[in-house]
């Protein structure tokens, strides 16, 4: 059996399972994991430099056939450009924004077959998204980790649905991290799940030392949502870093000069080496609240197979239910 959607169709997957493109963490070796199992993977783009890139791309087509994404999280003019660029040579499938894609942009990446999708934390954005020409949105829930908005995953994926549903396939994202949160993704009317947390407690994902045992060890009410790594609000894992910004607002600087600040200050190195030794009490941990049922590090297409087969069951005992 297999659930088949019109993500699944348009992208040309076997199972409607979405890797986000984290920034540090969603480099080759997972993108592939994920992309082999019959997922999608998506490069994590923002934190890579203009010749990491290509290579990570290249890494990708060696270790998988399938297709893959790559995401970038910011829409400014010279960053999207370059990104593009490499997008379209390095055989991509798909191309995700978190803060929007111009037009000329999407245009382009369709004359090159590139499918284009949009993060959306809010109706508005989705709609806007979908007038520009995207091919998909994802509504990420605030429960998500990394940058995030204020509407809960629950409350926003039906909404976004009855607003471009009827148009493009939705996506739901934010706190969603096995089969239970599937089925019932697809019940809120969503095409399929893009999924971030889970997947950083895997032997592929690339990390800082610390940050998957920091997951491993953590509850649901671990995370806080703090401006005091980059200045936007993100969800983060609490440290002495975030306790810290919470007492003290006033030293909060805007978005960029915040993730300055706390590079300079030695407690974000999101995009390091694989590994690399931090102070895990006050390092930038961005994770999102269905964190406190991770508590093992799980191959990645186990995650994926694993969850599609449970929200497979879990529909079947759904309808087995009715009378
Ligand atoms: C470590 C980390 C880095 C992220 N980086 C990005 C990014 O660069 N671009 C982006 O669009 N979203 C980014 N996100 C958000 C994810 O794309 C996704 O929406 C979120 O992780 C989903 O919620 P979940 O973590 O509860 O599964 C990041 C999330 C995490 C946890």
Redesign the pocket.
């Known amino acids: 059996m297999a659930l088949h959607t019109r993500l699944t169709e348009l992208l040309d997957i076997e199972h409607p399972v979405m890797l986000?493109?984290?920034?540090?963490?969603s480099y080759h070796r997972l993108v592939a994991a994920v992309s082999e199992a019959g997922g999608i993977g998506t490069l994590?783009a923002?934190t890579m430099s203009d010749d990491e890139l290509p290579a990570e791309m290249a890494k990708v087509r060696a270790a998988t056939s399938k297709p893959f994404g790559v995401?970038l999280?910011t829409a400014m003019p010279g960053q999207v450009e370059k990104g593009i660029r490499s997008v379209i040579d390095g055989g991509a499938r798909i191309f995700?924004a978190?803060l929007g894609v111009p037009r000329e942009a999407i245009d382009l990446l369709h004359s090159h077959n590139i499918l284009v999708g949009s993060?959306c934390g809010k109706v508005r954005h989705a709609v806007s998204a979908v007038a520009s020409g995207v091919d998909f949105v994802?509504a990420?829930g605030t429960?998500?980790?990394?940058?995030t908005g204020t509407v809960a995953t629950l409350a926003l994926v039906p909404q976004v649905v009855d607003a471009v549903g009827s148009k493009v396939p939705v996506v739901a994202?934010?706190?969603?991290?096995d089969g239970r949160g599937l089925a019932a993704s697809l019940a809120l009317g969503a095409d399929g799940v893009?999924?971030?947390?889970?997947f950083?407690a895997t032997p592929e994902a690339r990390a800082v030392a610390g940050y998957k045992d920091a997951l491993l060890g953590l509850a649901e009410d671990g995370t806080v949502i703090s401006k005091s790594y980059t200045g936007k609000t993100c969800r983060v894992v609490r440290t002495e870093w975030t306790n810290h910004f919470e007492e003290h607002p006033e030293e909060l600087q805007p978005f960029p000069q915040q993730a300055v600040a706390s590079m300079k200050a030695g407690v974000n190195h999101?995009g390091g080496e694989d590994g690399l030794a931090v102070d895990s009490s006050r390092e930038f941990m961005?994770?999102?609240?269905?964190v406190g049922a991770i508590d093992t590090l799980v191959p990645a297409g186990d995650i994926v197979r694993s969850m599609v087969a449970e929200a497979e069951r879990v529909m079947e005992q759904i309808a087995s239910t009715r009378r």
Do not use: K, N, Y
């Open positions: 986000a493109g984290m920034g540090g963490v994590g923002s995401d999280l995700v978190g993060m994802v990420q429960e998500g980790g990394g940058h994202a934010g706190g969603l991290f893009w999924i971030g947390t889970r950083i999101l961005p994770c999102g609240q269905g």
